[in-house]
C-alpha cells in the first residue's frame, strides 16, 4: 500500500470511489472535470496497481485550508488508511504554510479522532460558505464544520 501524489491518469478511478460514497450519502459528489482541474491537489491510496484511496487539500483562504474529497473503499476501511491520507494532506498542508486546516464533513466523529473540533461555520470565511450556495444539498446539508490548528 502506497500514498502518493494524484496523476491525470487516475482521475477516473478517483471519480469512480467518489460516486460510490457519494451514492450511498457518505460525501458530496465531485465531477470529473471538477477532479481533472483540481488533480494536484489529491493524494491516492494504492494497492498494486488499484487506487482504493483518496484525499485532497485544497487552500482556502490565508492560513486555511480544506480537506476534501477523503474516501477510503470499504474492503480498506477501519485499517488506519484514512488516518494515514489526512496526515500527508496536513503535512502538505504545513508545507505551504498553512496551519489551520478544516473539514466539512458527513463523518465528524472521524475527523474529532484525529483531534479535529468542531466549529460554528460562521467561523469559516464567507467565501467557503458562498459555494455552498451552489450544491443542491444547500438546504438539507449535514456537512459538519471541523477544525485543526497543526503544531
Ligand atoms: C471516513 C473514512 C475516510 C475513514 O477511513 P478509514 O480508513 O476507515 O479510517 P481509519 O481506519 O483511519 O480510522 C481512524 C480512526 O477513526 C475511527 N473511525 C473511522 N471511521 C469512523 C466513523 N465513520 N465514525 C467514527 N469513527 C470512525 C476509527 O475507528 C479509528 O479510530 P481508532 O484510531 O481509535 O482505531 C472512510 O470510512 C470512508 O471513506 N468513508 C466514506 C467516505 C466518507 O465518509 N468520507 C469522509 C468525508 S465526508
Given at each position: 500500500m502506497n500514498i502518493r501524489p494524484a496523476r491525470v491518469m487516475d482521475v477516473k478511478e478517483i471519480h469512480k470511489l467518489v460516486e460510490y460514497h457519494a451514492n450511498n450519502k457518505e460525501m458530496l459528489h465531485r465531477s470529473l472535470s471538477a477532479i481533472y482541474e483540481n488533480i494536484q491537489e489529491f493524494v491516492v491510496l494504492e494497492s498494486e496497481d488499484n487506487i482504493v484511496g483518496c484525499g485532497a487539500l485544497h487552500v482556502s483562504w490565508e492560513n486555511l485550508a480544506e480537506i476534501k474529497a477523503l474516501a477510503v473503499s470499504d474492503k480498506y476501511k477501519g485499517q488506519g488508511f484514512g488516518r494515514k491520507i489526512v496526515k500527508i494532506l496536513q503535512d502538505n498542508a504545513k508545507n505551504l504554510g498553512v496551519s489551520r486546516v478544516f473539514a466539512l464533513s458527513f463523518k465528524p466523529k472521524f475527523f474529532i479522532k484525529l483531534g479535529y473540533e468542531i466549529i460554528?461555520?460562521?467561523?469559516?470565511?464567507?467565501k467557503i460558505w458562498s459555494?455552498?450556495?451552489?450544491?443542491?444539498?444547500?438546504?438539507e446539508c449535514g456537512e459538519v464544520p471541523l477544525l485543526i490548528t497543526l503544531k
Open positions: 460554528p461555520k460562521e467561523t469559516l470565511p464567507h459555494e455552498c450556495i451552489n450544491c443542491h444539498l444547500f438546504s
